[in-house]
């Protein structure tokens, strides 16, 4: 019997590990340093929040339907060529904020430049780690899901020196080109797992994705996507601004974006390995909980101690649920079709991410605060949280 590549080609797996965190990192950690900008877009141009949130909205729409696409073209092309040319216009489309002038050119931005970074990112790193490691794969999801945990903990405070130091423009500039290398350099250490010698197909087993839209389990997780997702694009972007607006400094308000960051690492780590013991049932759910009791909270609570504890709790479930979708997919469909269904569940994931920040930025603009929106959000994820127990548990 053939060995697999779980125990063969040590190193070129973890070359792609290595790889996928540098992707995790730069595209997530940048996605992050956009929430900074807000208040000095604000102070700049005179744009209102709900203008600015639009941008974000953008990125996150067409972010599913680049999502669908790149996962179809890696499963025909492989991860390495669909990584280097979005992470290129990912990197350089975000140093052209530096140019700016009209709300129109920073939506062509989010639309044509960071929602194809953002919409490939996971669906071609991580489609690539299910594949690599099919007996470690939330673990291992984990792993590389804790690079984007680093890049949301150090390029917030990164960029917030860099603003104070040269302003707003160069600093995207400096922050825009960096990434750009460092995305192309890691895609080139994607690859495809190398076929089977023998006629047992171990590594791409499963239904086909005409058999997957069949099941009830893949409309559950597409409803479950789009009722969650807003919370995942509407905190990282407005909690920074919610706290300045509460008296916080920029150093100390980019501080609750590492917090959500440095806590999502033991999120992910421990929903990897939750996942691969347990099922995607149960991972969820240890997700989905704790994220409504943060949001609840986060309504009623204005001392900024107590905001980072939030932040905390918010981030182990945030990144949590970046980690447990892949290999629940894993799980419940096999890999025969990986980044297909998970293209198509993120694009409903999306969908309803980009209500989030609009309807965020309308709240702030008409009421001057953002509790109605941490209520809505929260009500989104009760409903989900309801959804999930509808999946199908791990077969014991």
């Known amino acids: 019997m053939a060995m697999l590549p779980e125990t063969r080609h040590m190193d070129r797996r973890y ?55 790149g996962g179809r073209l890696s499963d025909l092309f492989g991860p390495r060529v669909v990584l280097t040319c979005s992470g290129l216009l990912y990197g350089l489309g975000f140093a052209s904020i530096s140019s700016i002038s009209e709300p129109w050119h920073l939506y062509v931005i989010c639309g044509l430049f960071l929602g194809l970074g953002m919409g490939t990112h996971d669906v071609v790193t991580l489609g690539s780690i299910a594949r690599w490691f099919p007996n470690r794969k939330g673990l291992m999801t984990g792993v590389v899901k804790s690079g984007t945990a680093a890049g949301q903990v150090i390029l917030p405070p990164v960029a917030a020196i860099l603003i104070a130091r040269y302003g707003w423009a160069q600093a995207i500039q400096i922050l825009g080109f960096g990434a750009a290398v460092l995305l192309v350099l890691g895609a080139q250490f994607m690859r495809v797992p190398p076929k089977p010698e023998t006629d047992a197909e171990t590594l791409s087993t499963g239904l086909s994705f005409a058999q997957v839209r069949q099941t009830r389990s893949f409309w559950i997780l597409c409803a479950m996507q789009f009722l969650f ?168």
């Open 229 to 396: 997702f807003p919370a995942l694009m509407t905190v990282p972007l407005h909690i920074a601004v919610h706290g300045m607006d509460l008296g916080m400094s920029q150093t100390t308000a980019a501080g609750l974006l590492s917090i959500v960051g440095a806590s999502s690492v033991a999120g992910r780590l421990s929903i990897g390995m939750f996942v691969d013991r347990l099922g995607g049932r149960t991972a969820y759910v240890l997700c989905l909980a704790p994220m409504t009791l943060a949001l609840i909270l986060l309504i009623l609570v204005r001392d900024h101690r107590l905001i980072f504890v939030l932040m905390a709790l918010y981030g182990a479930a945030h990144g949590g649920l970046f980690v447990v979708v892949a290999p629940a997919i894993a799980e419940l469909f096999g890999t025969r079709a990986h980044g297909s269904v998970f293209g198509v569940i993120v694009f409903f994931g999306t969908t309803g991410g980009a209500i989030g920040p609009i309807f965020a930025g309308q709240v702030f603009d008409r009421t001057g605060g953002y509790d109605i929106a941490f209520a809505g959000l929260a009500l989104m994820i009760v409903t989900a949280l309801i959804l999930s127990f509808f999946l199908p548990g791990r077969k014991i």
């Open 15 to 69: 070359l792609v590990v290595m790889g996928a965190v540098i992707t995790q990192f730069m595209v997530i950690g940048l996605f992050f340093v956009y929430s900074l900008l807000i208040r000095e877009l604000e102070l700049e141009f005179g744009w209102s929040r709900t203008i600015l949130s639009i941008g974000a909205s953008i990125t996150g729409l067409l972010m599913g339907g680049y999502a669908i696409i």
